[in-house]
């Protein structure tokens, strides 16, 4: 059988040992044939069905000349050698591609009161029809009385009322595509961020403390309710959930130690200790009774020196050691076996509790925690120790010195846990395309884009000013209403719905996250990294956009792609059990009915006090920029709602009235002007101000590429999201390695790409 990682790995770790030099040399012999197979198992990550393989290559080794081999030496790479894989296309897949940044942003033409009727302005609205070509589902998710599930259910007006679609969805799905075309800031995204890091072939990773035992420090964190007067005084040590962080540092460093020592006083379970959970491993060693852990448990610790790879060691004995608790984490990465736990050692040496920077605290819980529905809610092993934390205090680990001045000081509850990286995805943008960093003037006024002058805003003056708050406290200069707003699209009672069968679809639509830099990065000068800890070239890869599939409704196409979809998720997972599951309900075309026509919504998009080149862009953004001459829908669609990525929500625009006048009456003409003319005002101003060839330019032609379904009929079947170990070899194309790696030289650096606009 091939060997993987671990195993050439350990065939290196075997050939390095000066304890195995000699039964190398006869590996046949019993007593060294046995020798070598305890030292593998217990020193190195083998698997087991390997080691007679490891063996038999060592002893190969050992066998060859002295000159041969340090020839071999001398000739390889200095470093660490990277396991990076070759870049194939085959792996490289995902349902979405990403309109670029533009380097320049769009301006306001002019600011004025958003009252009082203005002079050149239109007020009006547009009567429009969106036609569902494959299942739909924009809604909440609702309890079923019967079993207990969530089923995420298609939103309806009342209780019994029509299907209909939200403005806000209407809305975001115009501002999105008004956001690319009128060369808006990037601010729909957590720019604040920075998503964590734990790989150990990573260049930050492996060269930061965490990488180094010695380096690596020992406390407890206790977590406490703000007081009313740190929160009105906005401390700096405040978290987002309104808590203080404190750390007391022990003053003697941990210890590691071996499993199977553990025995010894009386811990059972260890022999198959590595596929244990924290919690179980604390309930063994009877620190966790009932959910509720106890940290003030003692053990006695004896010393053991240090092992072949430098690591200080300590066994629990009966009596006649020093006090210390065992900690726990959970198994290895991998397939790897645990061989140690740890010991710490409070004392009364230990430092004080020191407060933790609000900013270090909020990164440990958002590492810690995943999305909700709301707010973030703790996962993992924080969620067991949050209320254990906040009651008493929990064992952490530590990198870096002082909190206060220390920015790579952080903490976390294993040995080797997730360190942020380096940039923020804030600081990638502001690194790699400064026109998208906020601006403020002298007196502390936001200064919005052409595009948030319409739709409105409200700028957050922490954070997004790096920390400083403007100098103004006026709501007006923060804050902008929209002057064009979004009502309900209500179904067509000429086309009924229903939804899609019996029992909802259940499947899981999770998929990379803006963590996953291969697809969410780009580099600017081609190289093959993008990582949120490389130094440079490395900026945000764009606007997210989904492929739409059919250039004629496939209500059926689409369920039966979801049925296929669900087949697929229940092998690899094992079955149907667990939390990453998503009930839905989809709508589609009432066949009952009749003629069973795709779902048309109709609704309102009103302008008040908006210039003629604002409700262009609105026009722009819905026809796609193809109403002149009165061709208002074109081939171009819309992606919306859940399961995009299955081709659901696919939309297309069916219709637009006008019915817009100049604000103010004594300016109305006779004819009222028509939607090219809008237009053609739209065009002219971006020409105007970031491209004389507009809209020939490429987001706009990227965008126009995106929402033409003959390129996602093209890529069918290499629109999914592939199994998970591909993510990760994906990402070993492109991230970070150590200075001085083997790194092939033919890894594509762009992975994700637009097909050529045709339009």
């Known amino acids: 059988m091939p060997l993987d990682e671990d195993d050439l790995k350990a065939l290196e770790q075997l050939k390095a040992s000066p304890a195995c030099k000699k039964a190398l040399l006869n590996p046949t012999n019993p007593d060294n044939k046995e020798l070598l197979r305890n ?28 000159n041969e081999r340090q020839q071999e030496e001398k000739s390889k790479p200095k470093g660490r050698p990277s396991k990076r894989v070759p870049s194939d296309e085959a792996l490289v897949k995902a349902p979405y591609r990403f309109v670029e940044l533009p380097d320049q942003i769009a301006q306001p033409t002019r600011q004025f009161d958003l009252d009082s009727p203005q002079p050149d302005t239109f007020s009006g609205t547009l009567d429009v029809t969106l036609v569902a070509e494959t299942p739909l589902l924009i809604g909440g998710a609702q309890r079923n009385p019967d079993d207990g599930d969530e089923i995420v259910q298609p939103f309806q007006l009342g209780r019994d009322g029509p299907y209909a679609i939200p403005g806000a969805t209407v809305r975001g799905m115009v501002r999105h595509a008004c956001d690319i075309v009128g060369y808006a800031k990037l601010t729909k995204a957590n720019l604040r961020h920075r998503f964590g890091l734990r790989d150990f072939t990573h260049a930050f990773y492996a060269q930061s403390d965490i990488s180094r035992p010695k380096d690596v420090g020992s406390g407890f964190l206790h977590v406490r309710d703000a007081t009313p007067e740190e929160i009105e005084n906005n401390s700096p040590f405040v978290t987002v959930e309104n808590t203080v962080f404190e750390i007391t540092r022990c003053a003697k460093h941990w210890q590691h130690v071996p499993i199977e020592k553990l025995a010894d006083v009386g811990i059972s379970g260890t022999h198959s200790w590595s596929g244990k959970t924290p919690q179980q491993k604390y309930a063994a060693a009877g620190m966790r009774r009932g959910g509720t852990y ?38 290895l990465p991998g397939k790897g076996k645990k061989r140690y736990e740890y010991a710490f050692f409070p004392g009364p040496q230990d430092s004080a509790p020191q407060p933790i920077p609000a900013a270090m605290s909020n990164l440990f819980i958002s590492l810690n925690s995943k999305q909700g529905k709301v707010a973030l809610e703790p996962e993992g092993s924080w969620r067991e120790l949050r209320p254990v934390a906040h009651a008493s205090r929990v064992p952490v680990f530590i990198v870096g010195k002082d909190p206060a001045t220390d920015p790579n000081f952080f903490f976390g509850l294993t040995r080797l846990f997730k360190i942020p990286h ?59 209403k929209s002057r ?57 890869a764009g606007r ?18 979801m049925n296929q979809t669900r087949a697929a998720q229940r092998q ?13 309900n989809f709508l589609v075309p009432d066949r009952r009915a009749g003629r069973a026509a795709p779902l048309a919504f109709r609704g309102q ?23 002149q001459g009165g061709d208002t829908t074109g081939p171009s669609r819309f992606m919306v709602g859940r399961a995009k990525a299955l081709g659901a929500g696919q939309m297309r625009l069916d219709a ?9 009456e004594q300016e109305s003409p006779a004819e009222p002007p028509d939607q090219a003319f809008f237009i053609e005002a739209f065009v002219q101003t971006m020409r105007a101000q970031v491209n004389p060839a507009y809209p020939q330019v490429p987001p706009v032609q990227q965008w126009r590429a995106m929402a033409d379904p003959t390129h996602g009929e093209a890529l069918s079947g290499r629109l999914d999201h592939g199994p998970l170990p591909t993510f990760k070899n994906v990402r070993d194309m492109t991230k970070t390695m150590p200075q001085g790696s083997d790194q092939p030289g033919f890894h594509r650096p762009v992975l994700l790409t637009i097909p050529a606009n045709k339009g």
Not at 304 to 328: C, H, I, W
Not at 656 to 664: C, H
């Open 39 to 66: 030292w593998l198992y217990e020193k190195t990550d083998a698997d087991a069905l390997s080691i007679p393989e490891i063996i038999e290559a060592a002893a190969a080794d050992a066998f060859r000349p002295a």
């Open 294 to 331: 106890d940290f003030t448990s003692r053990h006695q610790f004896q010393d053991m020196g240090t092992d072949d790879y430098n690591r200080s060691r300590a066994k629990p004995v009966e009596s006649g050691g020093q006090e210390g608790m065992l900690v726990f984490s959970g198994p």
């Open 422 to 480: 380096k940039m923020s995805v804030g600081e990638v943008l502001r690194r790699s395309q400064a026109a998208h960093k906020p601006v403020w003037d002298g007196e502390g006024r936001y200064q919005p884009d052409f595009v948030e002058n319409l739709f409105g805003y409200v700028a957050e003056p922490e954070g997004q000013r790096e920390g400083q708050k403007p100098v103004s406290t006026n709501p007006a200069h923060v804050a902008r």
């Open 484 to 540: 064009v707003s979004f009502g309900f699209f209500r179904l067509d009672e000429a086309t009924p719905a229903t939804v899609q069968g019996e029992e909802p679809m259940r499947l899981v639509l999770s998929a990379p996250k803006a963590s996953f830099a291969p697809y969410y990065l780009r580099n600017f000068k081609g190289d093959r990294e993008k990582d949120y800890s490389t130094a440079q070239n490395v900026g945000l």
């Open 544 to 561: 997210k956009a989904y492929f739409p599939r059919y250039q004629r409704p496939d209500t059926r196409g689409v369920l039966e792609q």
């Open 572 to 584: 690899m997972l094992k079955g149907e059990s667990g939390d990453v599951w998503s009930n839905m």
């Open 605 to 627: 998009i009103k302008f008040h006090n908006c210039l003629a080149e604002e409700i262009g862009m609105v026009l722009f953004a819905l026809t796609h920029g193809r109403a």
């Open 656 to 664: 637009l009235e006008m019915k817009i006048r100049p604000t103010k």
